[in-house]
């Protein structure tokens, strides 16, 4: 599972926790039912904000059923959504991981890029991409929205170069996530909805593209891949400032939207989505803990030497300098934010998700200021 909103369960509290693993639990089991058990793998934490912006909308209130024990769940059953909200999450998660899958195979990267793999990876690319539109087709909603903003993305990045604004390579990702979200207020039947929620999905497609770009330079620079932020010049103060805009327009776009029950998408889309902006740049106060200290000290922390800065020079950082130590397991699986928060303090595992006592007057989150 990947995504980028991450919330831990001893921040939400048992009722919106139990909401957060209904919307989790039904779009992995959606994807199950409506396009079998290997799609599950495109189940993520960013695709089922779309089902949750669904319900919350929904005047008939949330729908749930009884599922069997699972694994991930520690052999426990649970209460799951269902019906077309998650189904909705469901498509637009398998289209997108489709796309991705296929770009992988195109380009020779990771597992899906391998000689013997490719083959197979674009046939289930393909599979996907087919299974996704019909479902799509059948809850109104057209997938050739986000295929396009795919295949425009790999045009844009291969023209960009120092000078191309940075808002420039977002925009397909800005455009797909609007699309998905707007189209929740229309499945809800809050047509009113449309316009300030894709406003919504749009700058949340745009922090989720920085925040990948930034947690991804170090090793991007090491191997010598594309990253956004180099191959357009712009600096990681810059990517923070165009975050911290979209996270107000998200809070602007939100109050104009009108809800049935919306506690668990505004706590995800604004405190969590806070958290995850400041978990990948630092807190920037007074510039004193910015992405490179914060992850300097962390790695000092741990025993290993610190990486370099984030310059841009070739050859820098090293090749293989930036390989990931090993991690600690965590009491808050699946909901910590990367296992960071619990890595950060040295009162115990937990401490960082239930205490308040963090010095820059924030509830307490692993940062390098952090002193619990």
């Known amino acids: 599972m990947f995504g980028i909103i991450r919330p831990c369960r001893h921040r939400l509290g048992e009722e919106l926790s139990a909401a957060w693993m209904a919307q989790l639990c039904g779009l992995c089991l959606a994807l199950r039912d409506d396009h079998g058990h290997a799609a599950r793998i495109a189940t993520n934490y960013d695709g089922l904000l779309i089902s949750a912006l669904v319900e919350a909308q ?24 269902v019906g077309d909200s998650v189904r909705l999450a469901a498509t637009v998660s398998l289209v997108l991981a489709a796309a991705k899958v296929r770009d992988h195979a195109d380009d020779g990267d990771g597992l899906a890029g391998t000689a013997g793999i490719r083959p197979a990876a674009r046939r289930i690319a393909r599979r996907w991409a087919r299974q996704g539109a019909g479902t799509g087709a059948d809850l109104g909603f057209d997938t050739g929205v986000l295929l396009t903003a ?20 977002t925009e397909p990702t800005e455009t797909a996530t609007a699309a998905a979200f707007g189209h929740a207020a229309i499945l809800a039947g809050r047509p009113a ?11 949340f497609g745009r922090i989720a ?3 990948d770009a930034v947690e991804d330079l170090g090793d991007d620079l090491a191997h010598g891949k594309w990253n956004p932020l180099p191959a357009t010049a712009t600096s990681v103060d810059e990517a923070r400032r165009l975050c911290d805009d ?13 809800f049935t029950d919306d506690r668990l998408v505004r706590t995800m889309l604004t405190r969590e989505l806070k958290r995850s902006v400041r978990r990948t740049f630092g807190h920037g106060h007074n510039g004193s803990c910015r992405t490179e200290n914060r992850i300097e000290s962390r790695w000092r922390r741990r025993g290993y030497p610190p990486p370099p800065g984030y310059g841009y020079e070739p050859g820098y950082p090293p090749q293989g ?16 934010e990367g296992m960071i928060c619990c890595e950060c303090c040295n009162c115990g595992e937990d401490c960082c998700c239930a205490c308040e006592g963090c010095a820059c007057g924030e509830a307490c989150c692993g940062e390098s200021c952090c002193d619990c």
């Open 193 to 203: 909805n449309a316009e300030p929620l894709a406003e919504v999905g749009r700058m």
């Open 209 to 211: 593209h920085l925040v």
């Open 150 to 169: 795919v295949e425009r993305q790999t045009e844009i990045e291969a023209a960009a170069g120092p000078g191309t604004p940075l808002l420039t390579v």
């Open 321 to 336: 300098y930036y390989g990931r130590p090993p991690r600690r397991r965590s009491s808050c699986i699946p909901f910590c």
């Open 246 to 258: 979209a996270l107000l327009g998200i809070e602007l776009a939100l109050a104009d939207a009108e």
């Open 58 to 81: 929904s005047a008939g209130g949330a729908a749930r059923r009884a599922a069997g024990p699972c694994p991930l769940r520690g052999m426990r059953g649970a209460d799951v959504a």
